[in-house]
């Protein structure tokens, strides 16, 4: 049973201190999603990936949060230096976009539960 | 720019009655339409979704939504609730233009359960 993994499920860290929340999408997929969700506000999508390139940060706060893939099999969200606010759950999702492109479904992970002191 | 608006953050039923989520969308091309769930403590999972074929669709767990293009809704429903029905529903839209894999997702309605 295929499914998206994400490491760690539960993190306690105090502020300023850096954080990195880890992804494994799917085998196949070709894209993968970073999001954060909160009471306040809601699911709101912080990074996406197609073939491991980054398309879209611009829910990201840039000075402190940082996405990567090293590779097809890894997908890394880092904060650094972490503030209680990014307080939250970040989920991972992926998908397999299709050859015309158009917005198929993702696939999220169980989620990391972050929570800054 | 697409967007959905779900109508009500909680929504009551009793065991055994009707559920119905409603969902509204805004989008200048014919979209693809979602409905995810969320249990407690777990990522979304998906429902089921609308992809221009069959307007009626039908989903896991007895779920099914309907799209009518006139009322731009997506509403789901469920003839006869079960307690474990009791989660958070997000409706979602995506726009097959510019190769966008992305998709918005509404602001969900938490689903309670009434012995």
């Known amino acids: 049973d295929a499914r998206v993994t994400q490491t760690p499920r539960h993190k306690v860290t105090e502020m300023g201190q850096e954080v990195t929340m880890r992804c494994q999408p799917i085998l196949g997929h070709n894209t993968v999603f970073w999001y954060r969700q909160t009471m306040m506000q809601g699911l709101e999508l912080l990074a996406y990936?197609?073939?491991?390139?980054?398309?879209?940060d611009s829910g990201m706060p840039k000075d402190r949060f940082s996405a990567e893939m090293p590779d097809a099999t890894l997908a890394t969200l880092k904060i650094q230096p972490s503030e209680p606010r990014d307080s939250a759950v970040y989920f991972c999702a992926s998908g397999l976009t299709s050859l015309a492109g158009v917005g198929n479904e993702q696939f999220f992970g169980p989620g990391t539960r972050l929570t800054v002191l | 720019a697409q967007s959905v608006t779900q109508l009500g953050s909680h929504v009551s039923v009793s065991e055994g009655a009707l559920v119905l989520l409603r969902c509204n969308y805004s989008s200048s091309v014919p979209p693809y339409l979602f409905w995810y769930v969320q249990y407690p403590n777990q990522g979304l999972q998906l429902l089921l979704k609308y992809t221009s074929a069959a307007t009626l669709v039908k989903g896991i767990n007895g779920f099914e939504a309907e799209f009518k293009k006139s009322e731009t809704s997506f509403h789901l429903t469920k003839p006869s609730a079960h307690m474990s029905d009791a989660a958070e529903y997000f409706c979602a839209v995506s726009v097959p233009r510019n190769r966008d894999d992305k998709i918005i997702f509404g602001k969900g309605t938490r689903l309670h359960i009434l012995p």
């Open positions: 990936f197609r073939n491991r390139a980054p398309l879209d």
